[in-house]
């Protein structure tokens, strides 16, 4: 599918086929192109949660006020990021450059979100959403419908999944066949709404 078409056909499905498995080379072949993703400084803040076990997906359910999805979807994802990969090894996103522009980034790396709390959580959370369309538009472009969530109680994902200190949980994301096409879209802004040229 052209990527245009995608984005234009991408709708958030609630409702899936339970009995159907993504095969594995189709896995693969997401997870490929949603490492692709862009992040500040190319700190690669994501994690990403492959939910298999049944009871844990009946629990995660559970904390997502019983959303059939999180259960019937082929692919459960829970999108996380760590807070703290500026500081966590940074060197390994850059170990393929030359040692000057390393050298370079690493400190600037440093200096842009030392003692930034905000700042590092926003950049987090910014990645995981930068993420989560780039796989929302490659599962589409693959024949697939995915679905992104934020209704769920958050504590609990994170204590269910074991989620470590300094990460975060941006949002949940099912991906598989659906069995029911969206509704209409319910009502769009206006550009001349959204578009605001120099100053607001």
């Not at 844990?56 to 996380?80: G, Y």
């Amino acid at each position: 599918m052209h990527t245009l078409d995608a984005i234009m056909s991408r709708r958030a499905i609630k409702h899936y086929d339970a009995t159907f498995h993504m095969p594995e080379a189709d896995v693969e072949r997401l997870f490929r192109h949603l490492l692709q993703a862009p992040t500040s400084y190319n700190l690669q803040h994501w994690r990403f949660v492959q939910v298999e076990d049944p009871q844990l997906r009946a629990e995660l359910r559970v904390a997502a006020w019983d959303q059939a999805q999180i259960t019937d979807a082929s692919l459960l994802l829970v999108l996380c990021a760590d807070t703290q990969a500026w500081q966590n090894d940074p060197g390994h996103c850059w170990r393929d450059a030359p040692a000057d522009t390393r050298d370079l980034m690493l400190s600037m790396i440093h200096d842009f979100y030392a003692g930034k709390p905000q700042l590092q959580r926003d950049e987090a959370i910014r990645s995981v959403g930068i993420a989560a369309q780039t796989a929302m538009l490659a599962a589409s472009a693959m024949g697939y419908d995915s679905c992104p969530m934020i209704g769920f109680d958050a504590e609990c994902v994170a204590e269910l999944i074991r989620l470590p200190p300094g990460h975060v949980v941006g949002m949940m994301l099912t991906i598989g066949k659906g069995t029911r096409a969206a509704h209409s879209r319910p009502g769009q802004r206006s550009l001349d709404a959204v578009r605001i040229l120099n100053r607001f």
